[in-house]
């Protein structure tokens, strides 16, 4: 792995665990199996190294959903329920299996949480971008307004439902009697969201006729 990629995987490790204060750069370093002085040349420092996590985890989510994600927008709500299942399957095998999805989840949830220098990258770079393009996509499956109020917290709930089972993974495979969480589990989890999903779907297409029919009277 070249140095730069394995100095982001293992500050991701270490700052998620530790915190930017508590990872040390000699820390660091040697986990990424580099010398110390790569994290100035790479990154400028520190700091630059924690930003550089941010960008690293951006880039990863681009692979299932794009920051710009209007190629997704279909014209039919049948059309843009299926997009929403199908990111829904892809993140939740992103999420729930192995792989870096454990690094990214702890990262952020202290970043968020502490509410660090990082909230504001994390928003702008992560979260905000790709959460406008799921209202969206929300917004055309059910006839509600992608900006409003509720298509937002129902967005929120809908990636809510994912990350648990990357951030409770514990306690699921604890409660459920698995060892892991493979390709099937993931599947399985996958389909119950997916039902989840088109329930929500259907109730906020229901609360848009009713409000359709409030306005007509």
């Given amino acids: 792995m070249p140095t730069r990629a394995a100095l982001i995987e293992a500050a991701l490790h270490l700052f998620g665990r530790k915190g930017f204060d508590g990872a040390s750069t000699?820390?660091?370093?040697?986990?990424?199996?580099?010398?110390?002085a790569a994290i100035a040349y790479h990154f400028?420092?520190?700091a630059g190294l924690r930003l550089a996590c941010v960008e690293a985890i951006?880039?990863?989510?681009d692979t299932i959903l794009p920051a710009d994600g209007a190629a997704l927008l279909p014209e039919r709500a049948e059309e843009a329920?299926?997009?929403l299942e199908r990111l829904l399957h892809a993140a939740v095998r992103f999420m729930a299996g192995p792989g870096p999805a454990?690094?990214?989840?702890?990262?952020l949830l202290r970043e968020i949480t502490m509410a660090g220098p990082l909230v504001d990258p994390i928003y702008e770079r992560i979260i905000g971008p790709r959460h406008r393009m799921l209202c969206r996509l929300w917004g055309r499956a059910t006839g509600l307004d992608p900006e409003s109020e509720g298509v937002?917290?129902?967005v929120f709930a809908m990636i809510g439902q994912v990350i648990y089972f990357r951030v409770g993974q514990p306690m699921v495979l604890r409660r459920l009697g698995w060892d892991a969480i493979g390709p099937e589990r993931a599947a399985v989890i996958a389909d119950l969201l997916a039902g989840n999903l088109h329930g929500a779907l259907a109730a906020s297409k229901d609360a848009a006729r009713a409000a359709g029919e409030r306005t007509d009277r």
């Fill in 26 to 36: 000699r820390e660091i370093a040697a986990r990424a199996g580099a010398n110390v």
């Fill in 44 to 46: 400028g420092g520190k």
């Fill in 58 to 61: 951006a880039a990863e989510i």
């Fill in 81 to 83: 329920a299926a997009v």
């Fill in 102 to 107: 454990q690094d990214f989840a702890v990262f």
């Fill in 152 to 154: 937002r917290l129902a």
